[in-house]
C-alpha cells in the first residue's frame, strides 16, 4: 500500500466506520461541531502522514483502527472549540505562560513520581490527564467536570483491561498529572504515536518536520488552561521533550529545564516493554525485536542531544533517578530554589503527605529481560558509554 497519506479500506471497515481517512474524519468532526470549516488547517498534512502510516505500517486490529479514528475526532474536535473560544475571547491569546518548567531526560528515571510530588507545591500546576482530553470548562459548570472525570476514568479502567500489566507500569488516573505528548498530540505531532503504534515513516517525517508548530500549539493549549488555573508555575513534563530543545526554547525563551539521568541499560529494558504493552490492544501482531532496535536508537540519540545541551547551557538542572528516589524532598527542594520558587512550609507539609500516601501503596521492582527485546547489556553499555561518563551515571 502506497505510504502518501491515503488509506484504502475494505468494504466491511468502511460500514463498520474503522476507515481512516483525514477528509471524512474532517467532514465528520465539522459536522458534529455545526461548522464549515477550520479557520486554521495547518495540522492536516501531520494529519494526513500519521493515518498513513497507521494504515500502512502499524499492523492494526479492527479495534485498534476504532481507536486511532476515536483519538483524531477528539482531538479535531477539540480544536474546533478552541476556535470558537478564540473567537469570542481573543485575550486568551495573549495570556503569558512565564518560566514554565519542563523535567525531562531518559524514561523510566522517576519523571513521573517527580512531577507528582512538585505540583503539590500550591504555586504550580500541571496538565491533568482528563484536561488533555476536555481542556475547555464544562458548560454544565463543576457537575459537568466531575461528569468529565469519571468518563476519562472509565476509559483508563478499560485501557486497564485490555492491558492489565499497564498498570503496574505506568499508573495513572483521570486527575493524574499527564505528559506534554498527550497535548501536541492533538495537532498530529507528537512522539506519543510512536509508543503506541508502529509509524516509522511518520517518525521519520516528524524529525524532518521539526517540532515548532507543535510547540506554539502547546503554548495556545497552556493559554487556554491557565484561564482556568490562574497565577500559579507551570510544570511540564515528558521524557520526549529532549527532542524538541530548540522548539521548546523558541516559544518559551524562559522556561527552566531539568535533565533526569538513569542508566540507560535498566532504562532501555523497560521502555521496550512499556512500548510493547501499550501497542498490543491495538496491534494484530508485535515485533519485539523491531521495538527493542526502535526505542535503543530513540535513546541514544536523545542522549547524544542531552550531552549536547548540556554542553552549551549551565542553566539546565541534572538530577538522577536515585538521587529522586532515595530522597525526594532534597531534591524536590533543589529544584525549587533553582527554578526560583519559594518552598513554603505548606508545600513542605503537602509533598509529605503526598509521600507518605505513595508509601502505603508502592509497587514490587520489576525486571525485564532485554534479550527477548533483542538488546545486549555489554553492548548497550560500550554504546552508551559517551552518556554515562559525561553525567555520572550510576550502574544499576
Known amino acids: 500500500m502506497p505510504n502518501d497519506g491515503n488509506v484504502q479500506t ?38 494526513r502522514r500519521l493515518l498513513g502510516a497507521c494504515s500502512a505500517e502499524s499492523d492494526l486490529s479492527a479495534f485498534g483502527r476504532y481507536s486511532v479514528r476515536f483519538d483524531v475526532l477528539r482531538s479535531l474536535s477539540n480544536l474546533l472549540e478552541f476556535e470558537n473560544i478564540e473567537l469570542l475571547h481573543p485575550q486568551v491569546l495573549s495570556r503569558p505562560i512565564e518560566r514554565p518548567i519542563f523535567i525531562m531526560g531518559m524514561p523510566r528515571s522517576g519523571t513521573t513520581f517527580l512531577h507528582e510530588l512538585l505540583v503539590q507545591h500550591p504555586g504550580t500546576v500541571a496538565p491533568l490527564s482528563y484536561q488533555t482530553v476536555y481542556p475547555n470548562p464544562s458548560p454544565s459548570g463543576r457537575l459537568g ?15 486497564r483491561l485490555l492491558a492489565p500489566e499497564l498498570h503496574s507500569l505506568h499508573p495513572i488516573s483521570a486527575r493524574s498529572p499527564q505528559e506534554c505528548t498527550d497535548i501536541t498530540s492533538q495537532v498530529f505531532q507528537s512522539l506519543r504515536y510512536d509508543s503506541i503504534y508502529r509509524v516509522p515513516s511518520y517518525q521519520r517525517w516528524l524529525e524532518r518536520y521539526g517540532h515548532l508548530e507543535a510547540y506554539r500549539f502547546h503554548r495556545r493549549f497552556l493559554q487556554h488552561l491557565d484561564v482556568q488555573m490562574p497565577g500559579r508555575r507551570w510544570v511540564l513534563k515528558s521524557p520526549d521533550h529532549v527532542f ?7 516559544v518559551y525563551p524562559d522556561a527552566a529545564l531539568v535533565f533526569v539521568h538513569r542508566d540507560p541499560v535498566r532504562v532501555l529494558a523497560s521502555v521496550a516493554k512499556l512500548t510493547e504493552v501499550l501497542r498490543r490492544p491495538f496491534a494484530r501482531s508485535i515485533d519485539l525485536v523491531d521495538i527493542g532496535r526502535q526505542v535503543c536508537a530513540s535513546w541514544l540519540d536523545g542522549a547524544q542531544r542531552m550531552m549536547r545541551a548540556a554542553a ?85
Open 312 to 396: 552549551s547551557s549551565e542553566s539546565i538542572l541534572h538530577l538522577h533517578y536515585r538521587q529522586i528516589v532515595s530522597a525526594p524532598l532534597e531534591t524536590a527542594s533543589t529544584l525549587f530554589r533553582h527554578t526560583g520558587l519559594a518552598l513554603s512550609e505548606e508545600a513542605m507539609r503537602r509533598m509529605r503527605r503526598w509521600l507518605e500516601r505513595g508509601r502505603r501503596r508502592e509497587k514490587p521492582r520489576r525486571d525485564y529481560d532485554l534479550a527477548t527485546f533483542g538488546l545486549d547489556a555489554s553492548h548497550l553499555r560500550a554504546q552508551f558509554a559517551p552518556y554515562i561518563e559525561a553525567f555520572g551515571v550510576q550502574q544499576e
Open 145 to 159: 467536570e466531575k461528569l468529565r472525570q469519571g468518563w476519562v476514568e472509565g476509559q483508563l479502567r478499560f485501557v
Open 244 to 250: 524538541a530543545l530548540n522548539a521548546i526554547n523558541a
Open 10 to 47: 475494505s468494504p466491511v471497515a468502511a460500514r463498520l466506520h474503522l476507515q481512516l481517512d483525514a477528509d471524512e474524519m474532517l467532514a465528520a468532526a465539522l459536522k458534529h461541531a455545526g461548522r464549515q470549516d477550520f479557520l486554521d488547517r495547518s495540522f492536516y498534512p501531520a494529519l
